[in-house]
């Protein structure tokens, strides 16, 4: 294997650090290599104080404590469901730091007298795969995993409980939620490459909601709708059919977090479940969203903590889109620690079926009539959308060493594993070597660097 490096004058290049799991590798780029970052965000002061202070003054809504006493019935016979979400997002739950949203909520509902068996934890899925024991001891303590119900979301439960039509759309949600007396959703607040954000409604749908009604969630014409995209919201057919579902179960309170670019929690909104949300995307658009006046030839950006798989690493590459120029390229790192580095099966059969009929022919296929929906069609349909606007598959070079060279070649994109002599070489090799190539590609490149991936959101100046 040739020597990346050869003929590349680096004495003036200089060090980044870009993040990977809980830590950063140290890489060298050109000098012109410009960042792209969120806007500094201190975290809280006192952060479990202000935490406390704002599940005491919710947004136009009663306290927790508040809602249970408003219950028509004892206080001990109170049942309560409390939405979370599952290892897609970094959110704040276990009750041993200072920042968590969690114990906050447990210790009201504790106060006002509800019974610990008459809380229900339900983690939604949506359609992902169901979390580990390790993952939710880690996630919730070890206190909570052994003190309360914790359970995964099925969307395909017999046990379902329809509230009618959504938009002509049949909806069904988790018994295990939708059956208790109040209803609590959490979540952390970030840009969504399809819903606008994340957190509010979307702890419901599609966290909480059957197959059929994740099929229109993630249908083909709502995926090819432009304003379903990073925090767009008017006329996005995601966030309108999500909004709908919640409202008509029934959320009595809700709380979102949103956490700065080193992963600190710099907001906390509770109460209404439309207000509080609004305002957590206020603050969001005010720290993540970027405007450039310029495109680059090479954009090196990674997955965050949430590209646990193949399938959730297409948020890093979409964000990078607005900053590419014309047969630029995308260098994406992506940790893919999961059980299931790539994805679900349905995944696994449907990128192989894109890369067979080729770039452009997916979405055809999907809106036939011999087409079946399939679950995760969704995300391809996406890729395909994004391979299409970068101007093909060798735009993007993928960087992981969790998924096998075998497996990684068979992708869409270029795979990191060409750039390096073999397998067990680390991951910071294969980005260099990347960075390198790309470099002797373009004569005098531009660069950008986006230092927190999926959460910043690249706007143009028009």
């Not at 890489?27 to 599940?55: D, G, Y």
């Not at 047969?327 to 992506?334: M, T, V």
């Not at 397998?423 to 960075?435: A, C, F, K, P």
Request: charged share 25%; aromatic share 8%.
């Amino acid at each position: 294997m040739r020597d990346f490096q050869n003929n590349i004058d680096t004495s003036d290049w200089k060090e980044i650090s870009i993040e990977y799991l809980d830590d950063y590798i140290n890489l060298r780029v050109p000098p012109v290599c410009e960042t792209l970052q969120l806007k500094p965000t201190p975290p809280l002061e006192n952060v479990k104080s202000k935490i406390e202070k704002a599940f005491d003054l919710p947004i136009n809504s009663n306290t927790i404590e508040e809602i249970i006493q408003s219950q028509n019935k004892p206080v001990d016979e109170v049942t309560v469901s409390i939405a979370v979400s599952d290892n897609t997002r970094p959110v704040p739950y276990n009750c041993k730091d200072d920042g968590n949203i969690l114990s906050p909520i447990l210790s009201r509902l504790e106060r006002a007298g509800v019974a610990r068996e008459n809380i229900k934890i339900i983690i939604g899925t949506g359609t992902h795969a169901h979390t580990s024991e390790l993952w939710r001891k880690r996630t919730f303590g070890e206190k909570v995993f052994n003190s309360y119900q914790l359970i995964d979301h099925d969307c395909n439960s017999s046990d379902l409980i329809s509230i009618g039509e959504v938009m002509g759309v049949p909806v069904q949600i988790d018994s295990n939620f939708i059956q208790a007396d109040v209803h609590i959703v959490t979540g952390l607040v970030e840009s969504h490459f399809m819903a606008g954000a994340s957190g509010g409604r979307k702890a419901i749908c599609p966290g909480m909601v059957n197959l059929k009604a994740t099929q229109v969630f993630h249908g083909p014409e709502f995926m090819n709708n432009k304003n379903a995209d990073n925090l767009i919201f008017e006329n996005n057919p995601c966030h309108e059919f999500a909004l709908e579902v919640a409202k008509r179960v029934g959320v009595d309170f809700n709380v979102n977090v949103l956490i700065n670019g080193e992963h600190q929690v710099c907001g906390i909104y509770t109460g209404d479940l439309e207000q509080s949300h609004q305002k957590a995307v206020e603050q969001l658009k005010d720290f993540s969203l970027v405007k450039i006046d310029k495109e680059y030839d090479i954009v090196l950006t990674h997955g965050g903590k949430g590209a646990v798989n193949h399938y959730q690493s297409i948020k890093g590459a979409w964000g990078a889109m607005p900053a590419l120029k014309k047969d630029g390229y995308i260098i994406l790192l992506a940790h893919n620690q999961d059980e299931e580095p790539i994805g679900s099966q349905h995944y696994k059969n449907l990128m192989k079926k894109f890369t067979e009929v080729g770039l452009g022919n997916f979405y055809p296929l999907i809106c036939s009539d011999k087409c079946v929906f399939t679950h995760d069609q969704w995300e391809v349909q996406k890729w395909e959308q994004f391979f299409v606007r970068i101007g093909g598959f060798n735009q993007l070079v993928y960087c992981t060493t969790n998924i096998s060279p075998e497996v990684l070649a068979e992708l869409p994109g270029k795979s990191g594993y060409d750039f390096i002599t073999n397998s067990q070489e680390d991951i910071r090799t294969m980005l260099q070597n990347v960075i390198y190539d790309c470099f002797t590609k373009k004569k005098n490149p531009t660069m950008a660097f986006i230092k927190e991936g999926p959460y910043v959101v690249l706007r143009k100046n028009i």
